[in-house]
């Protein structure tokens, strides 16, 4: 699986987007972008993913360049209950498992 | 999404002792099940993974004998944590493979918390 690289910890106000960025330069062509989220002392939460185009649900947007390598995952209105670790795996069709980096740490502040 | 469930959520168990943790996908058949440990301020490690009806596939330094993993039916897999000591104590978190079409989606469990005194 290719490598991801994301910001170690950031910050967002309440009620304002947060703009997750996660590079992943050795991503191949059937490996899919994947976002999951850990709130404390509670296992991840999937959030979204996506091979190639833009792609957005209740939770999220996920917004990956025409080259791939990088993807920033978008929460619209934060809200304090989002503050939690991110991560940004990329995983092929034909693996089997998720592996995770160390992720961001996104804290929401009033 | 879909919905995996831990059992127990939390247990503290005298070193020496065996503990069994439970997890099962409610709404949907999982043929591949995962369990990771995750310590304190760490992130998730993958410790096995397991396709039903067939012995799990362990990552390199998980003692496989120590750490039983069971997935008789397509949503239940067991892993059992066998003599456990207090460097066990971590959390235990499994997760289910959802099929669905081409790209498969994985949900986690919300976690067993392992104290072995």
């Known amino acids: 699986d290719a490598k991801t690289t994301q910001p170690p910890s950031m910050d967002c106000a309440e009620g304002r987007a947060a703009n997750l960025p996660c590079n992943h330069s050795?991503?191949?062509?059937?490996?899919?972008v994947y976002w999951y989220r850990q709130i404390h002392s509670q296992g991840p939460q999937y959030i979204i993913h996506?091979?190639?185009n833009n792609e957005t649900n209740e939770m999220a947007s996920l917004i990956i360049t025409e080259d791939r390598k990088s993807s920033t995952l978008i929460l619209p209105h934060a809200t304090l209950r989002d503050t939690a670790v991110y991560y940004c795996?990329?995983?092929?069709?034909?693996?089997?498992?998720?592996?995770f980096g160390a992720g961001t740490r996104l804290t929401v502040k009033p | 999404g879909a919905v995996v469930s831990q059992h127990p959520s939390w247990v503290i168990c005298k070193s020496g002792t065996s503990v069994k943790i439970e997890c099962r996908s409610l709404?949907?058949?999982?043929?591949?099940m995962f369990w990771y440990r995750q310590f304190p301020k760490q992130s998730l490690m993958l410790m096995a993974t397991s396709n039903e009806g067939s012995k799990a596939t362990y990552e390199q330094g998980v003692e496989k004998d120590k750490f039983l993993i069971n997935h008789a039916s397509l949503t239940l897999s067991t892993l059992t944590v066998t003599s456990a000591h207090p460097e066990d104590s971590s959390f235990y978190i499994c997760?289910?493979?959802?099929?669905?079409?081409?790209?498969?989606?994985?949900?986690f469990g919300p976690g067993t918390r392992l104290l072995v005194l």
């Open positions: 050795t991503i191949s062509g059937n490996e899919y």
């Open positions: 795996i990329v995983r092929g069709r034909n693996n089997n498992d998720m592996r």
């Open positions: 996506g091979l190639k």
């Open positions: 997760s289910a493979r959802e099929p669905r079409g081409r790209q498969e989606t994985q949900y």
């Open positions: 709404d949907f058949q999982a043929t591949t």
